[in-house]
């Protein structure tokens, strides 16, 4: 608990033992009458006792001033009608009526509802906090005689050397110069299973360095690495409220006022029928009763509508989910994104890197004649010498020979096409059949599947190339599983070949897909699926070139972001790894928030208007008041925790 909390426990149990006190303490008799003060003796009407509401008013004073200081405080500001100025009335009210038990008892379990729930959001934040504390406070910094000084991460510059040792977390993303180890990258991605590495590979802030020591040369300043970037998102999430959080927001503004007038005007209307309607024509339901008694219900029916179960629980249900799907390794930018994929009915991938693997592997060579083999792969891998493309790197460590930089100038890459470059002098073309089309040269056809590189060399046919991208492990099992979980169609947009995207459509069960299309032919499609879909619409991709379609989307999903900064910042919802089973992941767990959300709104709804009716009849007393508020409360921010728990969607 919080020094804070504390404090209020302190408070509760305080007032609860004088409480206790009062009620249990006989007559204080007094000698004289005091006006207020006192009041005539029970036994004896010559002798005065202390007045009950004095000492009612030190427990209910210890426990509710801070409430009665908001409220007034509020009240000055204009915002009149909030949960305090309903507690105030209603136990000012109470203590006017001469219930000054019950005006103490609703004050104490408010304020008891009120540090539950105050508890129940800082052990959700908490939780995030811990799941989240990644950033580490130090880095070891290797200064140019080899000694190390213990700095803090916002110190350290790019090219710097940082030492980390085993157990220690990796401070800044950088790229291994000496060492191996295996990174735990669980915090991140919320696997389990260490990740290798070697020197030349990246590491990213956040991990934790587990076997051998490692010095890394650091490539980002603190403020740009990952691990600040995931944490600025999780801090922001709750800024983006889903639908149901701002009807809740809503509902609260105009819900709070029209309570109060309706307990006003089920106090007044019968108190002005009792004094106007003489006693022989009253109707039934005023029969035997007096102003006090309205009053009475009035202010039951004020305590029963205080709205903090709603108010609370339902953001603290998408905050526990935000933060559950973040052990997960799935990073979602808002409740609003979380609401809107328990509504996905169309998934669209993108094919490279998503549903495969984007490791290219070259399955065949077909050159031309007057072309062999070698020569035409090392054409290729020349001209695509300054591309970090996966079928560039693929073509250069298919070639045996070794590439001189020196041999290839005026490289030009036309997007969506391939690459133009000059290369020992010769003008060489890598790319699709829309590039041969472009450039007036006849390719032939290739039925094999894969990706299909074509060839041409001062304009003329040279050959081609076959590379291939095996489906992920888990991509099939992933289809299924989305359309398990009541996604109705799934799509696959690809820029690749017509028989590679029809090959791996049919390996993997995607309803549709739609090959040799450009980037912006992936946006017109994407717009003609929005139009047509019903519910909602995803698209899944790696974040790096597929900005435009991830905007464009209702949700747009970056898979394998960690270490993609164009991921984390166009994406509304973000995979920390490569595996496309954790979108049926982040969407059981939006659609378990969103029914525990749902749970709250209507079982908070109905048992207040429901103790609302009893007691605008005088069938609910102020206990059954007090459960209406404070145990709603209660039990639906304890619904709402369960939404941080995902350890089933982990297994």
Excluded at 209 to 232: A, C, F, P
Excluded at 330 to 351: C, M, P, R, S, W
Excluded at 361 to 368: G, K, R
Excluded at 555 to 564: H, P
């Amino acid at each position: 608990m919080s020094k804070k909390q504390k404090k209020m426990l302190t408070r509760i149990l305080a007032a609860a033992v004088l409480l206790v006190v009062v009620k249990l303490l006989p007559e204080i008799r007094l000698p004289i009458h005091l006006p207020l003060i006192s009041s005539p003796a029970a036994q004896n009407g010559t002798m005065f006792s202390l007045a009950p509401w004095l000492l009612y008013l030190v427990p209910y004073l210890i426990i509710g001033w801070d409430v009665l200081a908001r409220s007034l405080r509020n009240i000055a500001n204009g915002q009149v009608f909030d949960e305090n100025f309903l507690m105030a009335l209603a136990t000012v009210g109470a203590f006017g009526t001469g219930e000054y038990a019950e005006a103490v008892f609703v004050m104490l379990f408010y304020q008891v509802g009120e540090l539950f729930q105050d508890y129940a959001v800082g052990k959700s934040r908490q939780s995030i906090a811990a799941l989240m504390d990644i950033r580490p406070d130090t880095a070891n910094l290797e200064g140019e005689n080899g000694e190390i000084q213990e700095v803090d991460p916002e110190e350290v510059s790019v090219g710097s050397i940082v030492v980390i040792k085993p157990g220690q977390r990796v401070p800044l993303d950088g790229v291994v110069v000496e060492g191996t180890s295996a990174l735990d990258t669980a915090a991140l991605t919320g696997e389990s299973v260490p990740r290798d590495v070697v020197p030349g590979d990246a590491v990213i802030s956040g991990c934790v360095n587990q076997t051998g020591l490692l010095r890394v040369k650091v490539t980002r300043e603190s403020g740009e690495s990952t691990v600040s970037k995931i944490l600025d998102l999780v801090e922001n999430a709750s800024e983006k409220k889903s639908t149901s959080e701002n009807f809740i927001t809503r509902f609260a503004r105009y819900y709070t006022p029209c309570v109060v007038i309706a307990a006003l005007a089920l106090f007044l209307i019968p108190t002005l029928a009792l004094a106007l309607t003489p006693a022989a024509s009253q109707p039934a339901f005023l029969l035997g009763t007096t102003w006090s008694n309205w009053l009475h219900r009035a202010l039951i029916f004020l305590v029963i509508s205080c709205p903090c179960a709603l108010v609370i629980s339902v953001p603290l249900s998408f905050f526990g989910g935000i933060g559950g799907a973040s052990k997960c390794g799935i990073l979602v930018k808002g409740g609003n994104y979380l609401e809107a994929l328990a509504k996905t009915e169309t998934v669209i991938f993108d094919k490279t890197g998503t549903l495969t693997r984007g490791t290219f592997t070259v399955t065949a060579v077909h050159p031309e004649s007057g072309f062999t083999r070698e020569q035409l792969l090392e054409d290729a891998a020349l001209a695509e010498r300054y591309s970090d493309h996966p079928i560039s790197l693929s073509l250069q460590a298919a070639c045996t020979s070794s590439l001189d930089a020196g041999r290839v100038s005026g490289v030009e890459e036309i997007a969506g096409h391939g690459v133009l470059a000059q290369v020992d002098g010769r003008r060489v073309a890598v790319g699709n059949r829309r590039l041969m089309e472009r450039q007036g040269v006849s390719a032939a056809p290739c039925e094999l599947p894969g990706t299909i590189v074509y060839v041409a060399v001062d304009g003329a046919y040279a050959g081609h190339i076959v590379i291939s991208d095996l489906p992920k492990e888990d991509a099939k099992a992933a289809i299924a599983d989305l359309k398990a979980n009541g996604v109705k169609k799934t799509v696959m947009l690809t820029g690749d070949t017509e028989a590679a995207a029809k090959a791996v459509a049919a390996e993997l069960g995607v309803d549709e897909y739609h090959a040799e299309l450009l980037p912006a032919d992936k946006v017109e499609w994407m717009e003609r699926l929005l139009a047509s879909s019903g519910g909602k619409t995803a698209f899944v991709g790696d974040g790096i070139n597929d900005a435009p379609v991830l905007t464009r989307a209702d949700i747009g999903i970056a898979m394998g972001a960690l270490g993609s900064d164009a991921a984390i910042e166009a994406a509304d919802i973000v995979l920390m790894d490569d595996k496309p089973s954790k979108i049926a992941t982040a969407m059981r767990i939006s659609r378990k928030t969103l029914r525990i959300a749902h749970q709250n709104i209507w079982f908070a709804l109905i048992v207040k208007f429901a103790v609302m009716i009893l007691g605008a009849f005088d069938l609910a007393t102020m206990w059954e008041a007090v459960f209406a508020d404070v145990g709603v409360a209660f039990i639906a921010i304890l619904n709402a925790t369960r939404c941080l728990k995902t350890e089933e969607f982990r297994s």
